[in-house]
T-cell receptor, first 110, second 114 residues
Framework: GENVEQHPSTLSVQEGDSAVIKCTYS??????FPWYKQELGKRPQLIID?????GEKKDQRIAVTLNKTAKHFSLHITETQPEDSAVYFCAASIFDDMRFGAGTRLTVKP | KAGVTQTPRYLIKTRGQQVTLSCSPISGHRSVSWYQQTPGQGLQFLFEYFSETQRNKGNFPGRFSGRQFSNSRSEMNVSTLELGDSALYLC?????????????FGPGTRLTVT
């Protein structure tokens, strides 16, 4: 089955800096790659996703890139703010089966 | 539209007991997936239901089971509870299955086994 690895496990940045979280997946048949943000005590929330026929997608300060050849995808957050502090999960999906990375705890210091 | 709801939100059980958790998907969503979230193991896929049929199953023992009703509401059952079953159980709903349909999570049920 699919295996998703996520790095780093923790990330600390200064407010205003950029943050990058990377994920790799094992099954080349994966075709959908969502990112979730989970604040402390809350449910995971979908923040951005990308499908296998697209290389990059951007939504305001958040962008995701996908390299299908290398089987990795990344989340980029620019101009970070303290409210971006949370745990971020990547996932890779083949049809009905979605597997998550272990999560990255992002801390944005004011 | 109301979001995904889960009941109960908190539950305390003792070893050996069984528990049933409930999930109501977003109106119109027909797919419901269940996940177990623990600090050590992260988010692990349990199973997915679509139109009352289990479509996919993760690597969990047979003590974990589920079902989906005709109104798309889903229940998850864990029998013979073990201490290691203590976790946040999340359900997520999506419009359809396959080909990457967005999943929306419920608030979760925090299960504590003593």
């Amino acid at each position: 089955g699919e295996n998703v690895e996520q790095h780093p496990s923790t990330l600390s940045v200064q407010e205003g800096d950029s943050a990058v979280i990377k994920c790799t997946y094992s099954d080349s048949a994966s075709n959908y790659f969502p990112w979730y943000k989970q604040e402390l005590g809350k449910r995971p929330q979908l923040i951005i996703d990308i499908r296998s026929n697209v290389g990059e997608k951007k939504d305001q300060r958040i962008a995701v890139t996908l390299n299908k050849t290398a089987k990795h995808f990344s989340l980029h957050i620019t101009e970070t703010q303290p409210e971006d502090s949370a745990v971020y999960f990547c996932a890779a999906s083949i049809f009905d089966d979605m597997r998550f990375g272990a999560g990255t705890r992002l801390t944005v210091k004011p | 539209k109301a979001g995904v709801t889960q009941t109960p939100r908190y539950l305390i059980k003792t070893r050996g007991q069984q528990v049933t958790l409930s999930c109501s998907p977003i109106s119109g969503h027909r797919s419901v997936s269940w996940y177990q979230q623990t600090p050590g193991q992260g988010l692990q896929f349990l199973f997915e239901y679509f139109s009352e049929t289990q479509r996919n199953k993760g690597n969990f023992p047979g003590r974990f089971s589920g079902r989906q009703f005709s109104n798309s509401r889903s229940e998850m059952n864990v029998s013979t509870l073990e201490l290691g079953d203590s976790a946040l159980y999340l359900c997520a709903s999506s419009l359809e299955v396959g080909r990457g349909y967005e999943q929306y999570f419920g608030p979760g049920t925090r299960l504590t086994v003593t």
